[in-house]
């Protein structure tokens, strides 16, 4: 089975913190993602990455940079949180771009920035 | 804009009846369509998927329509049980104006009553 892991379920920081929250895939997937869940607006991407040391903006990339040293590590950071980046943080992996992927999700960081 | 619409935000079912949740998309470029399903404090799971090629796949349980004319899909649930109670994304991919474009849908929250 594939296993998608995340550094934590539960964060709390204070507004100008540097974060950083780890994902860890273990099935040599090329694409991992990073994604934020918000009510009423579902799951917007972030950044995500086809290789290691590449990266692409998703759709709400203002705030956070990314890291992908490893294949199976993917580093989501926040350089100076703020309370607007308090949410659901999910991490999610697949095998090459392409239409027939699923994507495999890791249970996801809850992060609140007070 | 959003691509990818749900327009019901929840949906209350008996036990044993049908449910259907609805998705929306703008653009006819997205040629591939998939269903997830997330419970609280867990990652979305995969759950089916469609090509534009086709107008039906069948699961089980679980069926996804897809009509092309409409741009809608629908993900149908027969019988449906306590257990699917979770909230449903639906997410659409393709390549737009050259980019590899994976886009979810804001979600619909199913309870499935006993």
């Not at chain 1, 991992?32 to 995500?48: A, E, H, N, S």
Request: charged content about 25%; hydrophobic content about 30%; some cysteine.
């Amino acid at each position: 089975d594939v296993k998608v892991t995340q550094s934590s379920r539960y964060l709390v920081k204070r507004t100008g913190e540097k974060v950083f929250l780890e994902c860890v895939q273990d099935m040599d997937h090329e694409n991992m993602f990073w994604y934020r869940q918000d009510p009423g607006l579902g799951l917007r991407l972030i950044y995500f990455s086809y290789d290691v040391k590449m990266k692409e903006k998703g759709d709400i990339p203002e705030g956070y940079s990314v890291s992908r040293e490893k294949k199976e590590r993917f580093s989501l950071i926040l350089e100076s949180a703020s309370t607007n980046q308090t949410s659901m943080y999910l991490c999610a992996s697949s095998f090459q771009t392409g239409k027939y992927n699923e994507q495999f999700f890791g249970p996801g960081t809850r992060l609140t920035v007070l | 804009d959003q691509q990818v619409k749900q327009n019901s935000p929840s949906l209350s079912v008996q036990e044993g009846r049908i449910s259907i949740l609805n998705c929306d998309y703008t653009n006819s470029m997205f040629d591939y369509f998939l269903w997830y399903k997330k419970y609280p404090a867990e990652g979305p799971t995969f759950l089916i998927s469609i090509s534009s090629i086709k107008d039906k796949n069948e699961d089980g349980r679980f069926t996804v329509f897809l009509n092309k004319s409409a741009k809608h899909l629908s993900l149908h649930i027969v019988p449906s049980q306590p257990g699917d109670s979770a909230v449903y994304f639906c997410a659409a991919s393709g390549v737009l104006s050259g980019t590899y474009k994976y886009i979810f849908g804001t979600g619909t929250r199913l309870k499935v009553l006993a």
